[in-house]
T-cell receptor
Framework: AQSVTQPDIHITVSEGASLELRCNYSYGATPYLFWYVQSPGQGLQLLLKYFSGDTLVQGIKGFEAEFKRSQSSFNLRKPSVHWSDAAEYFCAVVSGYSTLTFGKGTMLLVSP | DTEVTQTPKHLVMGMTNKKSLKCEQHMGHRAMYWYKQKAKKPPELMFVYSYEKLSINESVPSRFSPECPNSSLLNLHLHALQPEDSALYLC??????????????FGPGTRLTVL
């Protein structure tokens, strides 16, 4: 069965510093991978997705992610974090029936 | 229009009440989803409708009853809920392609409190 692991429950980053959020997946076939962001009490917004092709994926709000099959990873990065990026971030993988399996999430805190 | 709307935003209900949550999308999507999300947890899938037919029920208690009146609307009828059912209920939609390549668009959610 497919699964997603986000090893960091919380991460604190200084404003303007770079960010990397980790995501590891377990899936037998070619994975379809997503990163979503959720502000408190809000719905989920898609940041980026990987289906195939170029392993470096660009998303909205200056985020990017790199798919590494050899490491079963899909880490999210941003070169310079803004205070408004503070939120919960979920990595997810899609199964063959279009159902999403989410990781437990990483809470990003941004310090001044 | 790339938006999924949900009403109401907040709902407080007693354990004997009957209420409904509503979700709407006008993107022509043929798959719609209900998720339940507890605080500090990821969303948990409850139901999937594909082409207006219930395709997945993740062993959800019968006090939750989904309904898909047409391809744009999804309802979740609530009856005799328990306090532990208090959560954020998220609706999502996608094009409905099989094979795992669907991108799901989420609504803002309904914050449900059961007293």
């Amino acid at each position: 069965a497919q699964s997603v692991t986000q090893p960091d429950i919380h991460i604190t980053v200084s404003e303007g510093a770079s960010l990397e959020l980790r995501c590891n997946y377990s899936y037998g076939a070619t994975p379809y991978l997503f990163w979503y962001v959720q502000s408190p009490g809000q719905g989920l917004q898609l940041l980026l997705k990987y289906f195939s092709g170029d392993t470096l994926v660009q998303g909205i709000k200056g985020f990017e992610a790199e798919f590494k099959r050899s490491q079963s990873s899909f880490n999210l990065r941003k070169p310079s974090v803004h205070w408004s990026d503070a939120a919960e971030y979920f990595c997810a993988v899609v199964s063959g029936y279009s159902t999403l399996t989410f990781g437990k999430g990483t809470m990003l805190l941004v310090s001044p | 229009d790339t938006e999924v709307t949900q009403t109401p935003k907040h709902l407080v209900m007693g354990m004997t009440n009957k209420k409904s949550l509503k979700c709407e999308q006008h993107m022509g999507h043929r798959a719609m989803y209900w998720y339940k999300q507890k605080a500090k947890k990821p969303p948990e899938l409850m139901f999937v409708y594909s082409y207006e037919k219930l395709s997945i029920n993740e062993s959800v208690p019968s006090r939750f009853s989904p309904e898909c009146p047409n391809s744009s609307l999804l309802n979740l009828h609530l009856h005799a809920l328990q306090p532990e059912d208090s959560a954020l209920y998220l609706c999502a939609s996608s094009q409905g392609e099989r094979g795992g390549s669907d991108e799901q668009f989420f609504g803002p959610g309904t914050r449900l409190t059961v007293l």
